[in-house]
């Protein structure tokens, strides 16, 4: 089992940043990817970024350049660290935790950009 808490969003203004931060009750050193999602009102929950166990990173075209997605072994704790917001960011952001082949979800946190 992989209990995960997201924290860090809010309300930001269109250009603005925020940083998200996934604790996970489990090593990362246990999990084979961490990576966050983001659903948006109405629309499908889409894959945002990645960080695999080896460090490899990979990102969604939407966000390429503009989200780093980072980790810090010894907290167990993943981070999305998010520039140059646009309103279609608004979504609740998702962390999720896979091991092998099982998923883990958090609660999700809510991220608005609006001016």
């Known amino acids: 089992q992989v209990q995960l808490a997201e924290s860090g969003g809010g309300l930001v203004q269109p250009g603005g940043s925020l940083r998200l931060t996934c604790a996970s009750s489990?090593?990362?050193?246990?999990?084979?990817?961490m990576a966050w999602y983001r659903q948006a009102p109405g629309k499908q929950r889409e894959w945002v970024a990645e960080i695999a166990l080896s460090g490899t990173k990979n990102y969604s075209d939407s966000v390429k350049g503009r989200f780093t997605i980072s980790r810090d072994g010894a907290q167990d704790k993943v981070f999305l660290q998010m520039n140059s917001l646009k309103p279609e960011d608004t979504a609740v952001y998702y962390c999720c935790a896979i091991v092998w082949a099982t998923d883990y979800w958090g609660q999700g946190t809510q991220v608005t950009v609006s001016s």
């Open positions: 489990r090593s990362l050193g246990g999990i084979n990817v």
